[in-house]
């Protein structure tokens, strides 16, 4: 179903490409489209000439350079992230979607997350996504200092999860514990705690990786939350 999604979506770019209707919007979102399916990697303006069924050199009539479309594809994904609600909010609860709906995010786009808070020309999505963050922890009662602390906690949490996260091989529960036995059984040296660890939780039934993200946020938001009022 989703490959059908995604097949009319870009016969539904194309279409518009061919009407004369491209724009930078059409070619980011083009963009977006082929590096979720190929990779970063495979992106080029000849591949997303292709993509859209175009003359590469009709791409520059609406984008200066790749890195003008790489600008807009981050923008995209900021904008699919929630932003902050600042005046008379629940500034921990605001902050909290904001990083759960930041990791499903990367999730849709795996690309992305070498390229957030990377690129020298942020757009207006991105701006006024950390706009929000400041406003939001400002509004709070956070000290300037604190502010500071707060969104780099914050960020490296998101960001560095997400690397670990989608560096994991993709294996259901069972493949889990096999590929955890065999990297016990390699070294030739007793390794009693990471057994106990591994056979305790991580072979425990349900055990994902991906549900430890919400319990480092919700540990870092009380940390954050207990210095309010402190001097930064």
Same mark, same amino acid.
Request: hydrophobic share 45%; no cysteine.
């Given at each position: 179903e989703g490959e059908a999604v995604a097949a009319a979506e870009q016969a539904a770019v194309r279409k518009r490409a061919r009407r004369g209707?491209? &724009?930078? %919007?059409?070619?980011?979102?083009?963009?977006? /489209? #082929?590096?979720?399916?190929?990779g970063l990697a495979h992106l080029s303006m000849r591949a997303l000439a292709k993509e859209l069924g175009v003359e590469a050199m009709s791409l520059y009539h609406h984008? *200066?350079?790749?890195?003008?479309?790489?600008d807009g594809m981050v923008d995209h994904v900021f904008a699919e992230i929630h932003l902050p609600v600042v005046d008379g909010a629940d500034w921990r609860g605001e902050l909290r979607r904001r990083c759960v709906s930041g990791r499903e995010a990367v999730l849709r786009h795996p690309w992305a997350v070498g390229l957030m808070d990377s690129r020298p020309n942020a757009g207006t999505e991105t701006l006024l996504h950390h706009d929000a963050v400041v406003g939001c922890l400002r509004q709070a009662g956070f000290a300037w200092p604190m502010v500071s602390h707060a969104?780099? =906690?914050l960020?490296?949490? =998101?960001? %560095?999860f997400m690397v670990q996260e989608l560096s994991l091989p993709a294996v259901? &529960?069972?493949? #889990?514990g096999e590929l955890a036995m065999q990297m016990l059984d390699a070294p030739s040296v007793a390794l009693p705690h #990471?057994?106990?660890?591994? &056979?305790?939780?991580? #072979?425990? *039934? %349900?055990?994902?990786?991906g549900d430890e993200f919400e319990i480092g946020l919700d540990l870092l938001l009380d940390a954050i939350?207990?210095? =309010? %009022? /402190?001097?930064g």
């Open positions: 209707t491209l &724009s930078r %919007g059409v070619i980011v979102r083009a963009a977006v /489209a #082929l590096a979720d399916r190929e984008v *200066p350079n790749k890195d003008d479309v790489l969104m780099v =906690l960020d490296a949490h =998101l960001y %560095g259901d &529960s069972e493949e #889990l #990471l057994a106990a660890f591994t &056979s305790e939780h991580i #072979l425990r *039934p %349900g055990y994902r990786f939350e207990d210095r =309010l %009022g /402190a001097d």
